[in-house]
């Protein structure tokens, strides 16, 4: 595998339902992104992980729950969502924060495109 | 707060013909500007950037933008497009040195390739 590669790429689940999205990114970067992409709507940072610490939750509702084990994997577990929570999940990495090492452009994956009925 | 601003949400544009996506931005101090593509069904992939020296940025599949510094503009063209360049297109900016290197979106253009 290369690059950053997504789990599930589809996924429809139940209001009460309980699942998770799996992000995976194999350029050795420290960073990792969660983002949510609408329909009509701007690209929505969600989360980001800079060397496994959260360094921002842009206002997310607690259903939305990120994990991030070591800087190659990033979770999102999801759990009693609402229909305006259907959307592609998209996740990003970039490398930054080392000297001369910064590449500054993010690295996305595939998306996860969530349906929730 | 910063912003970054793309002017147009849709261009439709015939095949062979140019093509100019607008993206302005809301500072111009130290700032790394990003064009990235996103295919139907796809995630964003890089098609270019600006980080310092030249302004003429060349990227992949034929695009090129511009760093126009007292505009705060970084606008993407190509002589010819094709029907395959159709595509959602977004600019985005970080602001660099003691700002945050996480970059702010624009809200993307729709590139509409007839033939």
């Known amino acids: 595998e290369t690059g950053v590669t997504q789990t599930p790429r589809h996924l429809v689940m139940g209001m009460t339902n309980k699942k998770s999205l799996k992000c995976e990114q194999h350029?050795?970067?420290?960073?990792m992104y969660w983002y949510k992409q609408s329909a009509k709507k701007p690209l929505e940072l969600m989360f980001v992980?800079?060397?496994?610490?959260?360094?921002e939750n842009n206002s997310v509702p607690s259903r939305f729950s990120p994990e991030c084990p070591n800087s190659s994997h990033l979770f999102l577990h999801l759990h009693t969502l609402q229909p305006e929570d259907s959307a592609l999940y998209l996740c990003?990495?970039?490398?930054?924060?080392?000297?001369?090492?910064?590449?500054?452009?993010?690295?996305f994956g595939p998306g996860t495109r969530l349906t929730v009925t | 707060a910063q912003s970054v601003t793309q002017l147009d949400s849709q261009v439709p544009v015939f095949e062979e013909a140019p093509v100019e996506l607008r993206c302005n931005y809301s500072?111009?101090?130290?700032?790394?500007l990003f064009w990235y593509v996103q295919y139907p069904n796809q995630g964003l992939q890089l098609l270019l950037k600006?980080?310092?020296?030249s302004t003429l940025v060349k990227g992949i599949n034929g695009f090129e933008a511009e760093f126009n510094k007292s505009q705060t503009s970084f606008h993407l063209r190509k002589p010819s497009v094709h029907i395959s360049d159709t595509a959602e297109y977004f600019c985005?900016?970080?602001w660099g040195t003691g700002g945050s290197y996480i970059p702010t979106f624009g809200r993307g253009t729709s590139l509409i390739v007839h033939p």
């Open positions: 600006y980080l310092s020296g």
């Open positions: 990003a990495s970039s490398q930054h924060g080392l000297a001369g090492t910064d590449s500054y452009e993010q690295y």
């Open positions: 992980y800079n060397f496994k610490e959260q360094t």
């Open positions: 985005a900016v970080s």
């Open positions: 500072s111009s101090v130290s700032v790394y």
């Open positions: 350029l050795g970067h420290n960073a």
